[in-house]
């Protein structure tokens, strides 16, 4: 994690890895600068907070895994790793950007529904998981903003599924539970009756998924 203004050392890796970059309000590139090492400067700005901000580096495989540390009971089973925790800024009732590894193992489900007061990216880095926007396998990008509902949540039987979360704030779990999903009117040229012709569900929500593959140039 690079806080903003920070001059980055030269890093290097093997050839064939892949990179995944996420950015707190700005685009994918990197400014030079003309700077050197006798001008190193250890630390940036973070997101909200005036608190000075290092270069973080976290080893995933080193680090244990803990319990859901968030307000709200839900998704039970789900183990986290915290990569990096913006400080807040409480004279302005600000929490900066959280960025975590989230796992859920094989056969894992929820049937609550959830919202929270903060937008929700994630990249999804192992294994898949069903739920109401779709299906979420290793590779696949979503970005939900605050205050929308999702649910129903359905590990793999065979991996479960783990994901690189970031988010805007500070997470709260919000908890719906006995939903209703109905659809009302008259129906002027089908038989709602009709095993063929009846709706199955109305309302679903478009997915929020990447489908194909990523176009860098913006077009």
Do not use: C
């Amino acid at each position: 994690r690079a806080p903003a203004g920070k001059l980055v050392p030269a890093m290097h890796a093997k050839a064939g890895t892949e990179i995944l970059l996420f950015r707190e309000y700005g685009d994918w590139g990197f400014s030079l600068s003309d700077k050197d090492r006798s001008d190193f400067i250890p630390q940036g700005g973070n997101t909200v907070s005036n608190k000075p901000g290092y270069l973080t580096f976290k080893d995933t495989f080193k680090m244990k895994w803990m319990n859901n540390i968030f307000e709200g009971d839900t998704q039970w089973e789900l183990m986290l790793k915290m990569l990096y925790r913006d400080p807040p800024d409480p004279e302005n009732n600000r929490t900066g950007f959280v960025t975590m590894y989230a796992y859920a193992p094989p056969g894992w489900g929820d049937d609550r529904l959830v919202h929270h007061p903060v937008f929700e990216e994630a990249y999804t880095v192992y294994g898949d998981m069903d739920y109401n926007f779709g299906k979420l396998d290793a590779g696949t990008y979503f970005f939900r903003p605050a205050r929308v509902k999702h649910g129903h949540f359905r590990s793999g039987m065979e991996k479960g599924a783990a994901w690189i979360f970031r988010l805007d704030g500070s997470l709260i779990n919000w908890i719906t539970v006995e939903e209703q999903v109905i659809s009302k009117g008259r129906a002027l040229n089908y038989d709602p009756d009709d095993p063929i012709q009846r709706p199955l569900m109305a309302g679903i929500p478009g997915r929020s998924r990447s489908t194909g593959e990523w176009d860098l140039d913006g077009q």
